[in-house]
C-alpha cells in the first residue's frame, strides 16, 4: 500500500489561513470517511486533530477544519499562530484492511 | 486521563527481536470498544502503522510486516506488547503505542514513544 501524497511544505503568516492536501485513491481516502490529521512537533508524539474526515476530538480548536473531495482530504488551519508550526500527517483507512499514513507537511508559520 | 508508556530495550542487534511493552494507566485495556496499536517512526521520516489488537485477543497487521510482527494482550497487567523478529537496520525507529477506536482508523492517545536502535 503505497502512502498517501501530502505537499512536504507549506507556510502562512500569522492570521491567515492554509490549506494541506492529502491525495490517495479510490481504494483509500476516496472509498472511505476515515481520514485522521495529526499534529506532530518536534520530538513529540503525534497528537490527533481531525478524524472521520472533519470531526474534532474534544479540546482541539475550532480553528482546525478537515474536508474531503474525491480522492483528496484536506486540512485547513484558519487565524495561524506561532504554535501551529509543526508536521501535520493524514491517515485514512484502505481496502486491504489497512492504516496508511501521508507522508508528512511541515508547516512553517512565517 | 488515559495515558500510555512504552518501555524496552533502546538497542537491539540485527537479526535479533525486538520487544516493546506498552503500560495503559487512567483506563482499562479490557475495554471493548477500543483497540491497541503500534505505529513506528523512522528517524527523519513519516509514520507506519504496525498493527493492532483488541483486548479479546484478536489481532491486526501491516500485511508488510506481518511475517515477524506478534502483537499480544496483558489484561492482567493492563498493558499489551510487541515483538518483531529478524530486525535490521531498517527497523531503527520511535516505536509509539497508542489506543485506537477500531484496528485501522484513528488512533487517540498516544505515548511518548520510544526510540530503538538496531546495531552490533
Known amino acids: 500500500q503505497s502512502a498517501l501524497t501530502q505537499p512536504a511544505s507549506v507556510s502562512g503568516s500569522p492570521g491567515q489561513s492554509i490549506t494541506i492536501s492529502c491525495t490517495g485513491t479510490?481504494?483509500?481516502?476516496?472509498?472511505?470517511?476515515?481520514v485522521s490529521w495529526y499534529q506532530q512537533h518536534p520530538g513529540k508524539a503525534p497528537k490527533l486533530m481531525i478524524y472521520?474526515?472533519?470531526n474534532r476530538p474534544s479540546g482541539v480548536s475550532n480553528r482546525f477544519s478537515g474536508s474531503k473531495s474525491g480522492n483528496t482530504a484536506s486540512l485547513t488551519i484558519s487565524g495561524l499562530q506561532a504554535e501551529d508550526e509543526a508536521e501535520y500527517y493524514c491517515?485514512?483507512?484502505?481496502?486491504?484492511?489497512?492504516?496508511?499514513f501521508g507522508g508528512g507537511t511541515k508547516l512553517t508559520v512565517l | 486521563q488515559l495515558q500510555l508508556q512504552e518501555s524496552g530495550p533502546g538497542l537491539v542487534k540485527p537479526s535479533e527481536t525486538l520487544s516493546l511493552t506498552c503500560t495503559v494507566s487512567?483506563?482499562?485495556?479490557?475495554?471493548?470498544?477500543?483497540?491497541w496499536g503500534w505505529i513506528r517512526q523512522p528517524p527523519g521520516k513519516g509514520l507506519e502503522w504496525i498493527g493492532s489488537?483488541?483486548?479479546?485477543?484478536?489481532?491486526y497487521y501491516n500485511p508488510s510486516l506481518k511475517s515477524r510482527v506478534t502483537i499480544s494482550v496483558h489484561t492482567s497487567k493492563n498493558q499489551f506488547s510487541l515483538k518483531l523478529s529478524s530486525v535490521t537496520a531498517a527497523d531503527t525507529a520511535v516505536y509509539y503505542c497508542?489506543?485506537?477506536?477500531?484496528?485501522?482508523?484513528?488512533?487517540?492517545?498516544w505515548g511518548q514513544g520510544i526510540l530503538v536502535t538496531v546495531s552490533s
Open positions: 472521520d474526515v472533519s
Open positions: 479510490s481504494s483509500d481516502v476516496g472509498g472511505y470517511n476515515h
Open positions: 489488537i483488541h483486548y479479546s485477543g484478536s489481532t
Open positions: 497508542a489506543r485506537g477506536n477500531s484496528p485501522y482508523n484513528w488512533f487517540d492517545p
Open positions: 487512567g483506563g482499562s485495556i479490557s475495554s471493548s470498544s477500543y483497540y
Open positions: 491517515a485514512s483507512y484502505t481496502s486491504s484492511s489497512t492504516l496508511v
